[in-house]
């Protein structure tokens, strides 16, 4: 529950009491906002005692008298203004009148209220400045947050690309200088890495690129059957000259059968993802081994591999953007950081999930679980934006 702090300022004893028994008891249900809230009242006869009260403690809600012993509110609203204070100011006058109402909130009242208002009255007045107060202060947290993620994702994003570029830089000033002598063939092997490097670019590049398009929204989705086999089959042809070079066996286990109303494009995804880290992180000789279940509810995909493992931590923070797991096995194997984020976030349109259960040194199992979405009865394909 949510507390939020009231200053009734005003110099008639019987209008602060009244205000404090309106409100005492007050509590608001704002469940699309930010749950229950309710009211701490303090009080102040001057414009003294107010600024005491002020630099005394957190004011959310300031109830402020337009005439007071020694001052004015209109004079007391230009001196806050001139402060950083997160609070809303509701003016309280016997004197209400138009021309005031517009002084006010030129100076910066957030409502106006005229004497004499019942408890009904002035509730309504709190419960609508509460809703807006804390509407604006979670704009303004979450405003933060988006910049905090936009410049964590920048920095990571620079020093992801950092490396690649200035490795292709230094092998291109060798080639520039020919530090190999003149025979061509003598570079082939900087050739070849700056290829390496530019290609793990592009990669990012296509994961970037994914990634937003499934976070926005904005990427079109057709639903339609598809054969699990089938994709999963063009999965293993992806990684197929890969694992063939480092002698790693593959095996299929999948019903011909077996399909889900899902978008092809995005099983693909899901597929060349889990089989690309299989044989990216596995040992010379070993085994990669993809089967799935078909639930009542749920279709699951798993990918289970003899690589080089993981402990319980690297586990944990697998699923993060640009999460990659750097130790002394991992040195100088390149990847963007973003295929698994990429696949929790497919599984997640689908009501699912991915998990791994991993032992370093012994291997990995990556479990997807796709709820079974029902087809349309009229038609087999479904377009969505």
């Keep these: 529950m949510d507390v939020l702090k009231i200053l009734v300022v005003d110099d008639e004893i019987g209008m602060r009491r009244g205000a404090e028994r309106a409100l005492e008891r007050f509590t608001l249900d704002l469940p699309d906002i930010n749950g229950e809230v309710r009211f701490a009242i303090r009080s102040?006869?001057?414009?003294?005692?107010?600024?005491?009260?002020?630099?005394?403690?957190?004011?959310?809600?300031?109830?402020?008298?337009?005439?007071l012993p020694d001052t004015t509110g209109l004079e007391i609203l230009d001196r806050l203004s001139k402060r950083p204070?997160?609070?809303?100011?509701?003016?309280?006058?016997?004197?209400?009148?138009?021309?005031?109402?517009?002084?006010?909130?030129?100076?910066?009242?957030?409502?106006?209220?005229?004497?004499?208002?019942?408890?009904?009255?002035?509730?309504?007045?709190?419960?609508?400045?509460?809703?807006?107060?804390?509407?604006?202060?979670q704009a303004r947290r979450l405003a933060e947050e988006k910049r905090q993620m936009r410049f964590q994702f920048i920095s990571v994003l620079a020093h992801e690309m950092k490396a690649p570029i200035s490795a292709v830089e230094g092998y291109l000033q060798m080639i520039r200088e020919r530090s190999l002598g003149d025979a061509l063939e003598s570079y082939d092997r900087m050739l070849d890495r700056c290829l390496l490097r530019t290609d793990g670019m592009r990669k990012l590049i296509a994961d970037l690129l994914d990634l937003t398009a499934i976070e926005s929204g904005q990427r079109q989705r057709n639903l339609t059957q598809v054969n699990l086999l089938e994709v999963s089959r063009q999965a293993v042809e992806n990684v197929r000259a890969e694992a063939d070079r480092r002698k790693i066996a593959v095996s299929?286990?999948?019903?011909?059968?077996?399909?889900?109303?899902?978008?092809?494009?995005?099983?693909?995804?899901?597929?060349?993802?889990?089989?690309?880290n299989a044989v990216k992180y596995n040992r010379d000789e070993g085994r990669v081994r993809v089967w799935t279940e078909n639930g009542e509810d749920a279709v699951r995909i798993r990918v289970e591999d003899t690589g080089i493992g993981l402990t319980l931590e690297e586990s944990k923070r697998l699923?993060?953007?640009?999460?990659?797991?750097?130790?002394?096995k991992t040195r100088h194997i390149l990847g963007s950081g973003l295929g698994l984020s990429t696949v929790r976030k497919l599984a997640a349109l689908y009501g699912g999930e991915v998990t791994v259960q991993s032992r370093p040194d012994a291997g990995s199992t990556f479990t997807v679980s796709l709820h079974k979405v029902q087809a349309p009865t009229e038609a087999t394909e479904m377009v969505t934006r």
Excluded: C, W
């Excluded at 978008?263 to 889990?274: F, G, H, P, S, V």
């Design 319 to 328: 699923f993060n953007d640009f999460a990659r797991i750097k130790n002394d």
């Design 44 to 67: 102040a006869a001057t414009g003294a005692e107010m600024e005491e009260k002020l630099l005394a403690g957190e004011t959310d809600i300031l109830l402020l008298d337009h005439k």
């Design 85 to 137: 204070l997160d609070l809303l100011t509701i003016m309280i006058t016997a004197y209400a009148s138009l021309e005031t109402a517009v002084a006010a909130t030129r100076r910066g009242a957030y409502d106006f209220l005229a004497k004499p208002f019942t408890p009904e009255e002035l509730r309504g007045a709190v419960r609508k400045a509460a809703r807006h107060l804390i509407l604006q202060r």
């Design 252 to 276: 299929l286990e999948v019903p011909p059968g077996l399909s889900i109303f899902a978008d092809r494009a995005e099983i693909e995804m899901i597929l060349n993802n889990l089989l690309s």
